[in-house]
């Protein structure tokens, strides 16, 4: 089987579509299917890391925003124009900007199935970055163009129970499977707690409480903040850890500083997940997260694969992963009760290692091979029902599921 991902960010971007693109694709390979990724070219220099799988399209800066790129549309469809010769089953579309227009009108041209990934709740978005808007009306408009998009292609992928209730909710009725991005195998493979303290200078008794993720507004980091004077009275040695790059980095860096924890609150920047970034999960004493937009949240994930004990609150698509036996301690999004749980575990480091052993053996079961196949089959239901048969399955096993569900 031979599938067309289309995407409008992609490394050098770092996020959370970025990596679901990339872990399945890696997976996928494995299973038998091959992929081509069309994505922004970021800068004039080429990415090291690409392959001749990957097409990167000039792109100019998106106004307002320097971590984001916007494909040029002549070069886009000269792009895919050059692959109109190559046989593709289906075409999946990673994002709703050009991307999804482009892969729509590619798909349709083709005669080939179109599916997409709804990876954000942009409605929870547009208030932040169009603040002019009044928010009543962003999430109108947010929806109008949701319900839009989602109606132009064959079938939705969520990647959580909690989203696909979302997009129903909100009138979506294209058929909608729920397919998290798994963890692959190296994400449990234990850092090095001492490396990351000598790198940052940090000493080896002081407890690290982390976050991780982009340093975004949406991410709700500014209530982490907050909660952590509550830890810091009980806990004066403890140190908040924020790894990640975003545009409220200065905002949050303001607002430690205003509330006098300008020495106990260290922002680390990015870290390389092949190595620095599970250096610095086995460095914390416990995960925070409170973030009320994601879809998955797949550091939650992360953390626990590194047997990092987890305090968060519970919105959205993170309802998916923080249930009973995970290893978090799932507390209201409240101050005082998140200061506390925070203090609680940092209190109780007996405690806490049951729960990280916990969370670790959670982890397991969110392989990334396991979701890859689960994709797989997802696809060659789509060929199936759009009669076009893939080479990856036989017409047999086709023949088979297809009368099954008769």
């Given at each position: 089987?031979?599938?067309?991902?289309?995407?409008?960010?992609?490394?050098?971007?770092?996020?959370?579509?970025?990596?679901?693109?990339?872990?399945?694709?890696?997976?996928?390979?494995?299973?038998?299917?091959?992929?081509?990724?069309i994505?922004?070219?970021?800068?004039?220099?080429?990415?090291?890391?690409?392959?001749?799988?990957?097409v990167?399209?000039?792109?100019?800066?998106?106004?307002?925003?320097?971590?984001?790129?916007?494909?040029?549309?002549?070069?886009?469809?000269?792009?895919?124009?050059?692959?109109?010769?190559?046989?593709?089953?289906?075409?999946?579309?990673?994002?709703?900007?050009?991307?999804?227009?482009?892969?729509?009108?590619?798909?349709?041209?083709?005669?080939?199935?179109?599916?997409?990934?709804?990876?954000?709740?942009?409605?929870?978005?547009?208030?932040?970055?169009?603040?002019?808007?009044?928010?009543a009306?962003?999430?109108?408009?947010?929806?109008?163009?949701?319900?839009?998009?989602?109606?132009?292609?064959?079938?939705?992928?969520?990647?959580?129970?909690?989203?696909?209730?979302?997009?129903?909710?909100?009138?979506?009725?294209?058929?909608?499977?729920?397919?998290?991005?798994?963890?692959?195998?190296?994400?449990?493979?234990?850092?090095?707690?001492?490396?990351?303290?000598?790198?940052?200078?940090?000493?080896?008794?002081?407890?690290?409480?982390?976050?991780?993720?982009?340093?975004?507004?949406?991410?709700?980091?500014?209530?982490?903040?907050?909660?952590?004077?509550?830890?810091?009275?009980?806990?004066?040695?403890?140190?908040?850890?924020?790894a990640?790059?975003?545009?409220?980095?200065?905002?949050?860096?303001?607002?430690?500083?205003?509330?006098?924890?300008?020495?106990?609150?260290?922002?680390?920047?990015?870290?390389?997940?092949?190595?620095?970034?599970?250096?610095?999960?086995?460095?914390?004493?416990?995960?925070?997260?409170?973030?009320?937009?994601?879809?998955?949240?797949?550091?939650?994930l992360?953390?626990?694969?590194?047997?990092?004990?987890?305090?968060?609150?519970?919105?959205?698509g993170?309802?998916?992963?923080?249930?009973?036996?995970s290893?978090?301690?799932?507390?209201?999004?409240?101050?005082?009760?998140?200061?506390?749980?925070?203090?609680?575990?940092?209190?109780?480091?007996?405690?806490?290692?049951?729960?990280?052993?916990?969370?670790?053996?959670?982890?397991?079961?969110?392989?990334?091979?396991l979701?890859?196949?689960?994709?797989?089959?997802?696809?060659?239901?789509?060929?199936?029902?759009?009669k076009?048969?893939?080479?990856?399955?036989?017409?047999?096993?086709?023949?088979?599921?297809?009368?099954?569900?008769?």
């Amino acid at each position: 089987m031979r599938v067309l991902f289309i995407s409008d960010v992609y490394f050098p971007r770092v996020n959370g579509v970025s990596t679901s693109i990339a872990t399945f694709r890696a997976d996928l390979a494995a299973a038998g299917v091959d992929t081509t990724l069309i994505v922004p070219q970021y800068g004039a220099a080429p990415i090291a890391s690409d392959t001749a799988s990957i097409v990167r399209v000039p792109s100019r800066p998106v106004p307002r925003d320097h971590e984001d790129r916007l494909m040029r549309w002549g070069a886009l469809q000269r792009a895919l124009h050059a692959l109109k010769d190559q046989r593709f089953d289906l075409v999946h579309v990673h994002t709703p900007f050009l991307a999804h227009y482009a892969g729509v009108r590619f798909a349709r041209a083709a005669g080939i199935p179109v599916v997409e990934t709804y990876h954000t709740y942009f409605e929870e978005y547009v208030h932040h970055y169009v603040p002019l808007l009044p928010r009543a009306l962003g999430r109108r408009l947010a929806r109008a163009i949701t319900r839009s998009q989602c109606a132009q292609v064959d079938a939705l992928v969520s990647p959580s129970a909690p989203m696909q209730e979302m997009l129903a909710s909100i009138g979506v009725r294209t058929p909608v499977t729920v397919i998290p991005t798994g963890l692959p195998a190296e994400r449990f493979v234990r850092g090095d707690a001492l490396r990351f303290r000598a790198g940052q200078a940090i000493p080896a008794g002081r407890p690290l409480v982390l976050y991780v993720g982009r340093v975004a507004h949406e991410k709700n980091i500014g209530f982490l903040i907050d909660c952590f004077v509550d830890v810091r009275r009980s806990r004066p040695d403890a140190l908040l850890v924020i790894a990640g790059e975003g545009p409220a980095q200065e905002a949050l860096k303001s607002q430690a500083e205003r509330l006098g924890l300008a020495r106990d609150v260290m922002f680390v920047g990015y870290l390389d997940r092949a190595g620095a970034l599970a250096d610095c999960y086995a460095a914390a004493a416990v995960f925070v997260f409170a973030s009320r937009t994601e879809t998955q949240g797949l550091v939650l994930l992360e953390a626990m694969a590194q047997g990092c004990p987890v305090v968060s609150t519970a919105h959205l698509g993170t309802v998916s992963i923080l249930q009973d036996g995970s290893g978090a301690w799932v507390v209201p999004e409240e101050r005082a009760a998140f200061a506390r749980a925070v203090i609680d575990t940092l209190g109780d480091p007996q405690r806490a290692a049951r729960y990280g052993a916990q969370a670790r053996e959670y982890a397991q079961r969110w392989s990334s091979r396991l979701m890859a196949q689960r994709m797989r089959d997802f696809y060659a239901g789509q060929c199936l029902q759009a009669k076009i048969p893939s080479p990856a399955i036989s017409p047999v096993v086709l023949r088979e599921r297809h009368e099954s569900q008769s």
